[in-house]
């Protein structure tokens, strides 16, 4: 009937046709890749909560990428190609995978066509189509599951299971390798397995000096109880988990893999039912009809390395490990190669069956109850073989575990992610959390009275919405989860929907000059949020928006909202904001600054600052009374929360020493989380910015090309944040980096340069700007030049810092804004530039009531030359082409409202944001900007 054209039978018989199996495989690595996504899973202790598989079809040598969201995905298969390239010298020719959306997207596939790779994709509802793949998330989760339960692992522990998983896997014999496994079919090399131990055992690591000297000293325990959590995949040894959730690589250790570190617990009816993690999912719909994600988020973690020494000797660099059960004792050492694993190999020890009754395994997220030191055994109450476990059982193993299990360190310590779009925020595991900040936030939209609901107007612009999340910290450590309601405003119209937009924001100066003068003055400084600012402003204008989605009720697509009061996201939200609260301010007898429209001032004997950055107050007094009067009157106007005493602010960490009359800001959260952003929590530390020789020039054809322009930029507007707050000693880093941002400009070079600075950050983030102090309130500033160091244009760097005491309140570094023709020219650029920021500091200070009039302040410059054309109309052929407009400075020395004075270059603190320095000028200068490192 089939042959006949016969439309009933086709359309009642037709059968899928099978799927043979492919016994065929790719003629050599790296000829063809395939790749799968499985999740979502419960989040790690990372906030994992995704793994990327990627199967080569030669060797079936596999990967396995941790992510923290599907979006993520496809940059890690850009940066793992690019990285596997470069190693191997081959280059992929074919790559395969399902129809997942972190798959099949512009992004990834022009990737593909420009680096010359063919790729395919399996049919929809075809998991058989991309069989290698998944029978390799099958394979891995067998082995993960096994992991987890043998050592009563909390669920949480499941990424570091699933990459030793994909580890052991690598290393078993394969059907089609004939005897080979993946791992020797890629490499070439034949594995060994000297440095595997059993996964989840207790190992006692050697501690370093630090640590020797916080617990005791030399009459202190020389090793910390840790749980084995696999190789160390970035150097020799193996990977631990100490007491605090903290990653300890290390060569020495003890394992004790006979003594597990957990109790079997007999079944019983009371027990949880068994629920296992499905890694592998051959039966489950594609990813394709999954949400939609972001392109920009980085990936979580840098794609495993293919490393070629891998073939070295196994005796170098060799971890030190002691076996518990040796006869050698703790100063036996075995040797072991510093890659992943050595080159000769190694029989495996004849298996060994146990005599030990077995139980049925235990959920992984069941911590067994930490036994008594206090009740006896009896041969009634419990077999030998268990009380000999439960004995030998570390208690600081039994409160990580218990901790982990139960999820108490997790939301003090560890990152949580951020989801881009309300699928994800009610699909993950946060769900009821941030489910909950979005009912307020729609609740607090409701009853302020910011909208009302209306049919759709014909022909009117409706504005879009959507939802913005974020996870704040508490001064605890705590996370609180914020969910914000937003209009799209680039879909607003000039001229309909809006007109004036300009909202002032306070320079960082500002507060580092306020902050400075409330430790010198002993001045009480707290802080306010005003909850939904913009929600208090009033619009001038008629906008309707499209209601939120995923608010529980369905949506009539005739009903819009219009608008009553601005919403986060219009181009006129913080214009109105401000106006209204400039209104209420001044009603209080406040009055703006005129040298910073966002500082608020109350003349009074017992007077106040108020400094508005946006939503943040930033309070000083000197009057405990005036600042509760004030925060009194304005929760008459707004719902605000009174923060108290500052201890955060724009996120920096704030901490006080009154006894000095300093204040400390750092920015060490802010560092660890670009680095865990950017997958760099491994990066190697470095003393300074940038390399003394660099020579950054913009990529020529032929270069090696970075693979996603975007990441570059992103990184250094993270960079570039830390430099306004908190670091003026990476000023000039983020401005030679800043020259070659646009797309086009930067390439693989630069990105080393950006990450140079990113580990230079890592190894300084203790470090602290402080304010204050006990030396006079007297206006001081350096200025310096590099003459003509830019190779492309000749323009010279620049760059000036003031101070009024310890601690630079205000700088900056850049380029001059022509060619200079003598090093005194330059100099007269940087000294120019200064000197307008001097008129600005010096009035700010008289407004604030700390005259800078006698003596004026002083310019420090290092050449001789600048200083007499600043005071002097010196006239020489040398100079008589420089533009009126540069001896601006002239004028401000006859009138005594700038002196200029010369100081040596060894001193000039503004030598660092004009050059990389050495490693000895770096830190030299270091403590004269006012940072300091720990004691």
């Not at 193996?238 to 079944?267: G, M, R, T, Y």
């Not at 794609?303 to 490990?321: I, N, T």
């Not at 306070?506 to 400075?516: G, I, N, S, V």
């Not at 090309?705 to 830390?722: A, K, T």
Request: hydrophobic fraction near 35%.
């Amino acid at each position: 009937p089939f042959s006949t054209g016969c439309l009933p039978c086709i359309q009642g018989k037709t059968q899928a046709t099978p799927h043979p199996s492919v016994r065929s495989r790719a003629a050599a690595p790296l000829d063809r890749i395939h790749c799968d996504l499985v999740g979502p899973l419960p989040p790690t202790l990372r906030g994992h909560r995704w793994h990327l598989t990627i199967v080569d079809d030669h060797s079936r040598n596999g990967w396995t990428i941790l992510l923290h969201n599907k979006a993520q995905a496809k940059q890690a298969i850009i940066e793992w190609i690019t990285q596997v390239q470069l190693h191997t010298g081959r280059k992929l020719k074919y790559f395969h995978s399902d129809r997942g959306g972190e798959f099949l997207n512009s992004q990834l596939l022009t990737f593909f066509r420009h680096q010359g790779i063919m790729f395919s994709f399996s049919n929809p509802h075809s998991p058989e189509q991309n069989g290698v793949a998944e029978a390799r998330n099958k394979s891995i989760g067998r082995i993960t599951r096994t992991l987890l339960e043998q050592a009563s692992a909390p669920l949480a522990l499941w990424g570091y299971a699933v990459l030793h998983a994909t580890l052991l896997n690598n290393l078993v014999p394969h059907a089609l390798l004939e005897g080979k496994t993946p791992y020797e079919a890629w490499s070439g090399v034949k594995p060994t397995m000297r440095r595997l131990r059993v996964w989840g055992c207790t190992a006692h690591v050697l501690q370093n000096k630090s640590e020797r000297q916080a617990s005791g000293g030399k009459l202190g325990p020389v090793t910390k109880t840790c749980i084995h959590v696999g190789i160390n995949p970035h150097g020799p040894g193996w990977l631990f988990l100490d007491s605090n959730n903290k990653e300890c690589p290390s060569s020495d250790a003890v394992f004790q893999e006979h003594a597990p570190h957990h109790a079997s617990i007999p079944p019983s009816d009371s027990s949880p039912t068994l629920e296992w993690i499905h890694f592998d999912h051959p039966s489950a719909p594609p990813s394709s009809s999954s949400s939609s994600a972001p392109i920009n988020a980085p990936p979580s973690a840098a794609p495993p390395s293919v490393s070629p020494s891998l073939a070295q000797d196994p005796r170098d660099g060799a971890p030190h490990e002691v076996d518990s059960n040796s006869e050698e004792g703790v100063g036996a050492h075995q040797d072991a190669p510093s890659s992943a694993f050595p080159s000769a190999p190694q029989a495996l020890p004849p298996l060994r069956r146990s005599t030990r009754e077995r139980h049925p395994p235990t959920p992984y997220w069941i911590i067994p109850p930490k036994p008594s030191t206090t009740e006896s055994s009896t041969p009634d109450s419990a077999s030998t073989s268990d009380a000999c476990v439960t004995a030998t059982t570390p208690p600081e193993i039994w409160a990580l575990l218990q901790t982990i299990a139960n999820g108490e360190s997790g939301d003090k310590r560890l990152e949580i992610p951020t989801p881009q779009t309300w699928q994800e925020a009610l699909g993950g595991a946060d769900s009821e959390e941030w489910f909950a900040s979005m009912v307020r936030e729609y609740n607090g939209i409701k009853d302020s009275g910011t909208f009302e609901e209306v049919p759709r107007p014909p022909g009117a612009n409706v504005v879009k919405s959507k939802w913005v999340y974020r996870v704040k910290r508490r001064p605890d450590g705590t996370p609180h989860f914020k969910s914000r309601l937003c209009a799209k405003g680039f879909s607003q119209k000039l001229g309909v929907d809006y007109l004036e937009t300009f909202a002032p924001t306070p320079r960082h100066t500002t507060a580092r000059l306020l902050l400075h003068l409330a430790a010198k003055l002993d001045l009480l400084v707290h802080v306010m949020d005003v909850d939904q600012a913009f929600l208090h402003g009033e619009l001038e204008e008629e906008i309707f928006m499209e209601p939120p989605p995923c608010m529980g009720v369905d949506l009539d697509p005739n009903v819009v909202w219009r608008l009553k009061k601005p919403l986060y996201g219009l181009k006129q939200a913080p214009r109105q904001w401000h106006t209204k609260l400039k209104g209420v301010l001044q009603e209080m007898g406040f009055q703006p600054a005129h040298w910073d429209p966002s500082l608020f001032l109350l003349r009074e004997p017992n007077g106040m600052w108020v400094l508005v950055y946006v939503d943040d107050l930033l309070l000083l007094s000197n009057s405990t009374e005036q600042l509760e009067r004030f925060k009194a009157t304005m929760l008459k106007h707004f719902p605000m929360k009174d923060l108290g005493e500052i201890n955060t602010y724009l996120g920096m960490q704030v901490t006080r020493d009154l006894s000095k009359h300093e204040i400390h800001l750092s920015q060490k959260r802010f560092i660890q989380s670009i680095l865990k952003r950017f997958g760099q929590e491994d990066i190697r530390t470095y003393n300074t910015p940038l390399a003394v020789n660099h020579n950054l020039t913009i990529p020529q054809p032929g270069d090696p090309v970075l693979p996603d322009q975007d990441r570059f930029p992103e990184l250094l507007g993270s960079i570039m944040y830390l430099m306004v707050c908190t670091r003026p000693d990476i000023a000039h880093a983020v401005s030679v980096l800043s020259r070659f941002v646009a797309p086009g400009r930067h390439g693989c070079e630069h990105w080393k340069a950006a990450l140079r600075v990113l580990g230079y950050l890592k190894g300084t983030s203790d470090h602290t700007l402080v304010l204050g102090g006990t030396s006079d309130i007297s206006l001081q500033g350096h200025s310096d030049s590099s003459w003509a160091d830019d190779q492309a244009d000749r323009k010279s760097s620049q760059g000036y810092c003031f101070s009024i005491g310890s601690g630079v309140i205000s700088w900056k570094a850049g380029r001059s804004p022509s060619v200079a023709l003598s090093t005194c020219e330059a100099e007269l650029y940087a000294a120019t530039s200064a000197a307008q920021e001097s008129i600005w500091l010096t009035g700010l200070l008289n407004t604030l009531g700390e005259p800078q009039t006698e003596p004026p302040p002083v310019l420090w410059c290092d050449n001789q030359s600048t200083i007499l054309l600043t005071k002097d109309a010196v006239f020489s052929g040398r100079s008589k082409h420089i533009e009126a407009r540069y001896f601006f400075i002239r004028e401000l020395v006859q009138q005594r409202r700038l002196r200029t004075a010369h100081i040596a270059g060894h001193l000039n603190v503004a030598d660092i944001f004009t050059k990389p320095l050495s490693q000895e000028d770096h830190h030299r200068l270091l403590p004269l900007l006012g940072l300091q490192a720990p004691i």
